[in-house]
T-cell receptor
């Protein structure tokens, strides 16, 4: 079965530190890739998505992600985090079979200390 | 834009009763709506996909008669948990999208926490 792995369950950083959250998926076909964020007390919001073209995708709030097909990865990065980035981050994959089914990772809780 | 609401935000019910959860797209017409379930410290698991005016498509292992989904309009989908039991206690989240393409963004509601006593 297709699966999505987020190896970092909890990450603690100081403000201005760089961030990289890992996401790997298991599926050999074409995929569409998403990162969602859930700020405390809020609903899931889309950070960025990739479905074709340049494998380096830029999203909102200074986030970016790189799709590396050979590694089945879609890692999320931000050069300098802020306290307001404290949230839970979910990677999700759609297997591009014509349906919109998203398979989510277990999420990574990021705490940024001021 | 693209706001999705859910009602109620939390509900407590007795075992054996049925509970209805509403999911509304407030400022757009949603061709497709999705229902997810999230257990503590686990990821969101898709339960079913519903397209307006047609029967929902359930994921493997999800009981259709247990989790009734109705998508009667382009702005409303409902999930009814019938004869709820304690093991149905969970966080239920809906999402909605404008179209049916696999690249379309899903917009998520805030979730409903169901506790069955």
């Amino acid at each position: 079965a297709q699966s999505v792995s987020q190896h970092n369950h909890h990450v603690i950083l100081s403000e201005a530190a760089s961030l990289e959250l890992g996401c790997n998926y298991s599926y050999g076909g074409t995929v569409n890739l998403f990162w969602y964020v859930q700020y405390p007390g809020q609903h899931l919001q889309l950070l960025l998505k990739y479905f074709s073209g340049d494998p380096l995708v830029k999203g909102i709030k200074g986030f970016e992600a790189e799709f590396i097909k050979s590694k089945f990865s879609f890692n999320l990065r931000k050069p300098s985090v802020q306290w307001s980035d404290t949230a839970e981050y979910f990677c999700a994959v759609n297997m591009n079979t014509g349906f919109q089914k998203l398979v989510f990772g277990t999420g990574t809780r990021l705490l940024v200390s001021p | 834009g693209a706001v999705v609401s859910q009602h109620p935000s939390w509900v407590i019910c007795k075992s054996g009763t049925s509970v209805k959860i509403e999911c509304r797209s407030l400022d757009f017409q949603a061709t497709t709506m999705f229902w997810y379930r999230q257990f503590p410290k686990q990821s969101l698991m898709l339960m079913a996909t519903s397209n307006e005016g047609s029967k929902a498509t359930y994921e493997q292992g999800v009981e259709k008669d247990k989790f009734l989904i109705n998508h009667a309009s382009l702005t409303l989908s409902t999930l009814t948990v019938t004869s709820a039991h304690p093991e149905d206690s969970s966080f239920y989240i809906c999402s909605a999208s404008f179209n049916r393409a696999s690249t379309d963004t899903q917009y998520f509601g805030p979730g409903t926490r169901l506790t069955v006593l």
